[in-house]
């Protein structure tokens, strides 16, 4: 069996500290697009793939569609909502694309997954920029896929993205770091959520979040530092990871990586001679 195969994976229980990441199986070569195609993202299977396991999903083809299948869209109801269509019917798949997609997501959490890749500009998958026409056929304004809103309403925690937007280094670079921040995240609640693994979960990831975002860093050890014996742990570690998410979520800049360094090299000053 090639390691291309060995990687992917149908959803059994992962071993211990596998990078399991979630990804639109068109992205995989797999051919379950409208036309019977494929968009295969050679970032991820030529780059990302001998470290990570994968477990693709296709939305439409999970809610029944056929392949290849007419195409569908997402419309501007009168009432100003989002509804995904199949125009060459008018079929409205609105609530069986939102039904399956809370069931898949609500299931996640057995996968383990650590991350999240989808296609853009998809109706169903789509994370951002997807097209909403009005009753004249034409783009109203963007909205979400049906199941990326579902996806990024229930798991808010888990590290998203679509496979345009990665080709941006800076991008790809900070999906890569959350991935493994979330894995070693999954590590610390498999072992059982104290507040003394919170601390060292902090500590290790501290300078990451100093390089991103320097007030968000200071409030995840103000929370931790306020903590007190007997607060519930379940309450301290959502409101960390609340607050770990949104800090991580922004790319570190060259000033924020510039202004850890400094602060690093204050650890070890006296250890330096001047030269």
């Not at 898949?104 to 996968?111: H, K, S, T």
């Not at 519930?232 to 990871?241: D, K, P, R, T, V």
């Not at 609340?242 to 000053?269: C, I, W």
Request: net charge positive; charged share 30%.
């Amino acid at each position: 069996m090639s390691s291309r195969n060995r990687r992917r994976t149908n959803g059994e229980t992962p071993s211990s500290g596998t990078i399991r990441i979630g990804i639109s199986s068109c992205l995989l070569g797999q051919k379950v697009r409208y036309d019977g195609g494929h968009k295969r993202d050679r970032f991820a299977t030529d780059v990302l793939e001998p470290f990570v396991e994968w477990v693709p999903m296709c939305p439409e083809v999970e809610i029944g569609l056929g392949i290849p299948r007419p195409t569908i869209r997402l419309e501007q109801a009168e009432d100003g909502t989002a509804r995904l269509v199949m125009p060459s019917t008018g079929e409205d798949l609105t609530h069986r694309m939102q039904t399956w997609s809370e069931k898949r997501v609500a299931g996640l959490g057995e996968l383990d997954l650590c991350g999240f890749i989808l296609k853009k500009d998809s109706p169903s998958c789509g994370m951002e920029r997807v097209k909403i026409y009005d009753r004249n056929d034409v783009p109203a304004r963007n909205e979400t896929g049906v199941f990326a809103e579902v996806l990024l309403r229930m798991a808010p925690h888990l590290p998203v993205e679509e496979e345009g937007r990665l080709n941006d280094p800076r991008l790809r670079e900070n999906f890569i770091a959350r991935v493994f921040a979330m894995r070693r995240w999954k590590d610390v609640e498999a072992a059982g959520v104290s507040r003394a693994r919170l601390m060292e979960f902090h500590a290790r990831h501290k300078f990451l979040c100093m390089a991103r975002n320097q007030a968000g860093a200071r409030r995840l050890g103000k929370l931790l530092g306020s903590a007190r014996v007997g607060d519930s742990i379940a309450a301290l570690s959502g409101a960390y990871m609340d607050e770990f998410t949104a800090v991580m979520r922004r790319p570190p800049s060259t000033k924020g990586h510039t202004n850890v360094l400094q602060h690093m090299a204050g650890y070890v000053s006296d250890e330096l001679d001047r030269q």
